[in-house]
């Protein structure tokens, strides 16, 4: 399956008028200096999940108008190439910064076996794919969230989440991707995005997030490019 889902955010404190943003003009309003509160709230917005407030390394200063719109910009660009990647659903979502990042999710059905965690050869042939989309992008950090459906006790739905999450971690760490740049993290049955009371529901639940976020690097080159304009 092949999908780019195109978000689009609404802020009347942003916005005059309601219609669709790319991300060059979502990282001008994101990146730009109107304040955290609204650039939260926007993000909330776009990331559909205020759980993605979460995703990359605050870098502890505001980022300007026109790094925003650079970085919103190239991730837009990801976003288009990932999104050809059988079996990846592809989004944009915003980071602790304020920038916007990239959400890649894969069906767990493509990755794994049910309440295993051993990578199936489709997964590993999605996840080459998806390495050697990045292979041009260095400057990102990728976090990588494992999640399950409610099956059995929390603890042990955390144990294998995480150890989804380890296994996308390593298997991308072997097809080149420096270990330093990459996180994973199991979070067990406690995001949920469908119901867990139908097999359909828990079968959605159970999949494997990855997020590209800007890192300093690439914050960096930004703001050179922004300050050269």
Not at 141 to 164: C, F, L, M, P
Request: proline share 1%.
């Amino acid at each position: 399956m092949k999908k780019l889902v195109l978000l689009f955010a609404c802020a009347t404190m942003v916005l005059t008028s309601c219609g669709p943003w790319s991300n060059l003009a979502k990282g001008s309003a994101i990146g730009g200096g109107s304040g955290a509160a609204v650039g939260a709230g926007v993000g909330a917005l776009i990331g559909k999940d205020a759980k993605s407030a979460a995703i990359g390394s605050a870098i502890g200063a505001i980022v300007g108008t026109g790094v925003g719109a650079i970085i919103g910009d190239r991730m837009d660009k990801k976003a288009a190439e990932l999104a050809a990647i059988e079996g990846a659903q592809v989004e944009t979502v915003t980071d602790v910064n304020n920038l916007t990042s990239v959400k890649v999710t894969f069906d767990n059905g493509i990755l794994f076996d049910f309440n295993k965690s051993e990578l199936s050869d489709a997964a590993k042939q999605s996840l080459k794919d998806f390495a050697q989309k990045m292979a041009d992008m260095p400057e990102t950090d990728i976090t990588i969230w494992g999640h399950t459906d409610n099956i059995g006790t929390e603890a042990a739905n955390q144990s294998v989440s995480q150890k989804r999450a380890n296994a996308v971690k390593d298997f991308l760490a072997s097809q080149g991707i420096a270990a330093d740049r990459l996180l994973a993290e199991g979070k067990s049955f406690n995001m949920p995005v469908a119901t867990n009371d139908t097999a359909d529901g828990r079968a959605q639940n159970r999949r494997v997030e990855v997020y590209i976020s800007a890192n300093e690097a690439m914050i960096a080159e930004a703001q050179a490019e922004a300050d050269a304009k």
